[in-house]
């Protein structure tokens, strides 16, 4: 029974273009049990890890998802003739603050970064890294900004809670710097015979909390401005 549901949970993983939750194998598979199904995760990703091959079986972005090896993605590049999509200084040093001081108001990351970023902002959401979660219940009712799922994803992160430490990172301040988070290397890491391409989908909401209220378009960080 554990080897039928193992390649069970494999069949469904290879099947899937996103990665799947224990809910998503649940729903599949409303007769197992949670505790077998998360060990026989385990089970296919030592088998994977063991095998040497071109992919391996990874948990990011709360759910299971089949990813390239890195060291592949140049060939994957090649056969797609595809290049990858790179984000400015601007946009990762916005989306950096963001992921680190999430929740967080325009105004905030504007006085963090000292310049406008309504077209930045506008940019993160669209390709689907950032979510607007809704509105602080301040005068204006500006928007409260968080990262999406899209953006554990693109970074292989299993939570939000994954995220290098600050402490980890500090020396690496004075560093010249390159736009590679999104490069050649971390493009590739993704489904077996698929690379990162920034989807055009609109951004992920939450449910409001007690600080948010209805959560509106994303078209709106260049039409409004926080007071």
């Known amino acids: 029974m554990a080897k039928s549901l193992k390649l069970i949970l494999e069949a ?4 899937s273009d996103k990665p799947l939750a ?10 197992a049990d949670t505790s077998d199904i998360k060990n026989a995760l385990k089970v296919l990703e030592h088998d994977y890890e063991v095998m040497d091959r071109s992919y391996i079986l990874k948990e990011v972005a709360g759910g299971y998802q089949f990813r390239t090896r890195s060291e592949y993605g140049s060939y994957i590049l090649k056969m797609l003739q595809s290049t990858p999509n790179r984000l400015s200084r601007a946009a990762m040093e916005t989306l950096a603050i963001i992921a680190y001081k999430q929740p967080i108001l325009r105004h905030e990351i504007e006085r963090l970064r000292g310049v406008d970023v309504g077209g930045i902002l506008r940019t993160l959401l669209e390709k689907g890294l950032i ?16 990262t999406a799922k899209r953006f554990l994803e693109v ?3 299993r939570d939000i809670s994954s995220l290098p430490k600050l402490k980890e990172i500090k020396d690496f301040g004075s560093e010249e710097y390159e736009p590679s988070p999104l490069d050649e290397d971390a493009v590739s890491d993704q489904r077996p015979g ?4 920034f989807p055009e989908i609109p951004p992920e909401t939450a449910d409001s909390g007690p600080d948010t209220a209805e959560t509106p378009s994303h078209n709106e960080p260049d039409e409004e401005r926080e007071s």
């Open 22 to 31: 224990i809910k998503d194998f649940r729903n599949c598979l409303p007769e």
């Open 12 to 15: 469904l993983l290879f099947s």
């Open 194 to 197: 698929g690379v990162f391409d």
């Open 131 to 146: 979510r607007i979660m809704g509105r602080k219940n301040l005068p204006g009712r500006p928007l409260i900004y968080g």
């Open 155 to 157: 970074f292989d992160l």
